[in-house]
């Protein structure tokens, strides 16, 4: 089946560490996605790429980072810079960087 | 830029009973309009899309939705709800040209009453 698939479900870790979270997809399409959610704050796009080895900030970069080594893994490293990094993690892909994305399951992190 | 404002945060209604969810967007390009729906702890699902054409659109689970361009809207519809819709709804905005990623709305939390 094709799809996104993201791992763990669920992440704890301890204030202080970095922490990298999976996102691999086989539809191959060529952008991949990022966004943080909170409750009732909608979705906020952290980082985006719109094809291997480049990818663009998005409007809450602080404290992120990101890889596109290949085309199917965008994976999302939580540094210990970000403040609050205790949220619902999504990520999400596209043919073309302006067309009807494709998300996957979430990443829950929880950090003590 | 565009921008994606969802009128409403939370919409209450009883069951079989008809709702509709409010989308105004803001652009001065031409564009590309979705609604995504995410039930607890999931991801986004796409219910709908607007690329061209007819402006009354049908998507999955019997929602549709009706693009106005001179209101610039694109509320959402469903004649009947069920307790299964029960989730939040997106919507979202992508421009003809470039390569800018879709603008999401803050969401809109369908409660539905038994």
């Known amino acids: 089946d094709g799809g996104i698939t993201q791992s763990p479900k669920y992440l704890f870790r301890k204030e202080g560490q970095n922490v990298t979270l999976s996102c691999e997809q086989n539809?191959?399409?060529?952008?991949m996605y990022w966004y943080r959610q909170d409750p009732g704050q909608g979705l906020r796009l952290i980082y985006y790429?719109?094809?291997?080895?480049?990818?663009q900030k998005g409007d809450i970069a602080e404290g992120y980072s990101v890889s596109r080594e290949k085309k199917e893994s965008f994976p999302l490293t939580v540094t210990s810079a970000q403040k609050n990094p205790t949220a619902f993690y999504l990520c999400?892909?596209?043919?073309?960087?302006?067309?009807?994305?494709?998300f996957g399951p979430g990443t829950r992190l929880t950090v003590t | 830029a565009q921008s994606v404002t969802q009128l409403d945060s939370q919409v209450p209604v009883f069951e079989e009973a008809p709702v509709e969810l409010r989308c105004n967007y803001s652009?001065?390009?031409?564009?590309?309009l979705f609604w995504y729906v995410q039930y607890p702890n999931q991801g986004l699902q796409l219910l709908l899309k607007?690329?061209?054409?007819?402006?009354l659109v049908k998507g999955i689970n019997g929602f549709e939705a009706e693009f106005n361009k001179s209101q610039t809207s694109f509320h959402l519809r469903k004649p009947s709800v069920h307790i299964s819709d029960t989730a939040e709804y997106f919507c979202?905005?992508?421009?003809?040209?470039?390569?800018?990623?879709?603008?999401f709305g803050k969401g809109t939390r369908l409660s539905v009453i038994a």
């Open positions: 999400a892909s596209s043919t073309t960087g302006r067309g009807e994305q494709y």
């Open positions: 539809l191959n399409h060529d952008a």
């Open positions: 790429s719109q094809i291997v080895n480049d990818f």
């Open positions: 652009s001065s390009v031409s564009v590309y």
């Open positions: 607007y690329l061209s054409g007819s402006t």
């Open positions: 979202a905005v992508s421009v003809f040209s470039g390569n800018t990623p879709l603008v």
